[in-house]
């Protein structure tokens, strides 16, 4: 009786694997069925945009998700598997890639089925072909023998391609090598290119890809650990503002602002950038209000001399940052978050590593309900969220944390995910930069379309190179500076709003303060009324200006964007003129009216 049980389950088991081997046999021929018939008839479809993923993984998985969950007329999307760099490249004609092109995990494969997409698969790394400089090759068509997704590529008016896997060294040179398939070079229709690496959004990469480029492509990079603090930027209820007292009838704020950081890799550095660019407020007298800030890493003696090389403003030390060498959990670290835990506001914890930064953040949230005089008041953790699979077991935890001390506690905050960043708004609308060109086109106050003034104030870098007679990497640093300038000046509208205690939907004291700037004339301080919180107001535009070019790299210095110093680095007092001060002014002044138009469009 044992043994035909035995054999029974054994047996059961066999049908099982031979049913999955048969479905995955059968969606293999399907999808290559699929992407051909697509080919042949894509003359009788009007293809406006085809979304290739080079690779098949987490990230990639989760944006074509997002973009089929959500489409638009006319779109496509192909997901190209490709042979694991464990493997070896096998040869077109041997049977075995066909084989190896169906070994998927249960897991990878039922996701796969649930995307309504096109699917092809590469027997060759595209990162490792050589591309002859004589010599145009059609890299899809030939080399790679995709010749159905080739037909696609050319026929579709716009083609966008996505490099995400976690080897970002082999999605730049996969892009590289794409960037002069000979098809694309001739197409005239709009090519992009969004690469999953830690390289700042957006960048002009022309003198770097494309040896023969003929053909202008967009290059987006696309850094997790810069996209991932940039969703604490969107949140207004995560700006530095939010944990400290303020009085919004002098535009001030009160209290100091003091931040850790555990964890000084690349999402702990923007982290500093954007607390410290973002607490940069002023006090009664307009000064700029006290902040400092603590970041720990084990290997900070490395990161901390890499990091005063690129800021050079911190190079003789400031008593606003305090980097320290430690272990989590070490004598030293337990002695620092002992001093420092009654007066801390934010703590960003950003190790690498979602259980151990998950256990990092709940003993600090335990050490901080016992020891802080005044409670969990004006004071939060955010824990970097890393691997997508664990993201909802972690919300669970850190959910049962906050609501054991109150239904309405929210000390503990996950930030950064994949599920969040890997999204059509963040990736492919660049919701960011969209609104960066409405903050320019209110601000510039000329005739036509955001995206044409856009192109009119940062298209013409070789225009940019001949009045600054510069070299081409100083114009593309300037230009880079002033578009960082304009997504920020978006980001803190909710900052300058909550510093004057205004709100969203107030309309008529939108009103009421827009009658007021009127009243100030082109490049004078002076207003009818609100003197005092008005110019408090432009101070804090100048106090986060300053601070947003600290952390770009700047500092003081006659202005000069190769050698990277700006003279406007000095107290608002300190500025040459009137006229220059009064920038800040307008600043805020376009900050209102864009909160005022948004909040009549919302309720029309």
């Not at 697509?38 to 979304?51: M, Y």
């Not at 084989?99 to 990162?127: G, P, Y």
């Not at 994949?418 to 000329?446: C, H, M, P, W």
Request: proline share 1%; with cysteine; glycine share 6%.
């Amino acid at each position: 009786e044992y043994m035909f049980f035995f054999g029974f389950s054994h047996l059961a088991a066999i049908i099982l694997s031979l049913l999955f081997v048969f479905r995955l046999f059968g969606h293999y021929l399907a999808s290559k069925i699929r992407l051909g018939f697509a080919a042949l008839t894509v003359c009788f479809h009007n293809i406006s945009v085809l979304h290739v993923f080079w690779g098949y993984n987490d990230r990639s998985y989760l944006l074509a998700k997002d973009i089929i969950d959500n489409p638009r007329k006319g779109e496509k999307v192909v997901i190209v598997r490709t042979m694991g760099d464990q493997q070896e490249e096998v040869g077109n004609k041997s049977f075995s890639k066909h084989v190896d092109a169906m070994k998927m995990e249960k897991d990878e494969f039922d996701r796969l089925c649930n995307l309504d997409c096109l699917m092809a698969t590469s027997f060759r790394h595209l990162h490792k072909l050589s591309i002859d400089n004589g010599n145009k090759c059609r890299v899809l068509h030939d080399m790679l023998g995709l010749r159905s997704l080739s037909r696609l590529v050319k026929k579709s008016k716009k083609v966008s391609f996505f490099f995400l896997g976690e080897d970002e060294t082999v999605n730049t040179k996969s892009m590289m090598v794409l960037s002069n398939d000979a098809d694309l070079l001739k197409r005239e229709a709009s090519v992009s290119f969004y690469c999953h690496s830690s390289l700042s959004n957006p960048i002009d990469v022309d003198t770097s890809f494309g040896m023969y480029n003929e053909q202008e492509y967009r290059y987006c990079m696309i850094d997790s650990s810069q996209k991932a603090v940039e969703l604490l930027k969107k949140d207004v209820t995560k700006h530095p503002i939010n944990f400290m007292n303020v009085d919004a009838a002098h535009a001030a704020v009160t209290t100091e602002f003091n931040a850790c950081i555990i964890g000084f890799g690349e999402t702990g550095t923007e982290a500093l950038s954007f607390l410290y660019e973002y607490s940069a407020l002023p006090r009664m007298d307009g000064s700029k209000m006290k902040v400092h800030f603590t970041m720990m890493d084990e290997n900070m003696e490395e990161l901390e001399g890499r990091f005063r090389m690129q800021h050079p403003y911190f190079k003789d030390g400031n008593d606003e940052l305090t980097f320290v060498t430690c272990k989590v959990g070490s004598s030293e670290y337990r002695k620092v978050i002992s001093e420092n835990i009654d007066t801390l506001n934010y703590i960003v914890v950003s190790l690498d590593d979602d259980k151990k930064g998950v256990e990092t953040a709940l003993d600090l949230f335990d050490f901080a309900f016992h020891n802080r005089k005044d409670g969990l008041k004006d004071f939060a953790i955010f824990i970097r969220s890393y691997d997508q699979n664990d993201y909802d077991d972690i919300k669970r935890i850190i959910d049962s944390y906050n609501h054991n001390v109150s239904e309405s506690c929210n000390t503990l905050r996950l930030f950064g995910s994949d599920k969040e960043i890997f999204t059509r708004s963040v990736v492919i609308d660049e919701e960011s930069l969209r609104n960066a060109k409405y903050y320019n086109k209110e601000y510039e106050g000329g005739k036509g379309t955001a995206e044409d003034i856009w192109n009119e104030c940062f298209g013409d870098v070789d225009g940019l190179m001949a009045k600054r007679k510069c070299n081409r990497l100083t114009a593309l640093k300037e230009r880079d500076t002033k578009i960082r300038q304009n997504i920020s000046n978006y980001m803190h509208i909710g900052t300058k709003l909550a510093l004057m205690g205004l709100k969203p939907d107030d309309t008529k004291e939108f009103e009421r303060l827009e009658a007021i700037f009127a009243t100030r004339k082109e490049g004078s301080l002076v207003y009818s009324e609100e003197q005092e919180r008005l110019t408090n107001m432009s101070k804090c535009e100048h106090h986060r200006w300053v601070a947003s070019h600290i952390m770009m790299g700047f500092a003081y210095g006659a202005k000069d964007y190769q050698a990277m110093t700006h003279n406007c680095i000095v107290p608002w007092e300190e500025l040459d003129s009137d006229m220059v001060r009064s920038y800040d002014n307008k600043v805020f002044e376009v900050s209102v009216k864009i909160m005022h138009n948004k909040a009549i469009e919302k309720q029309k």
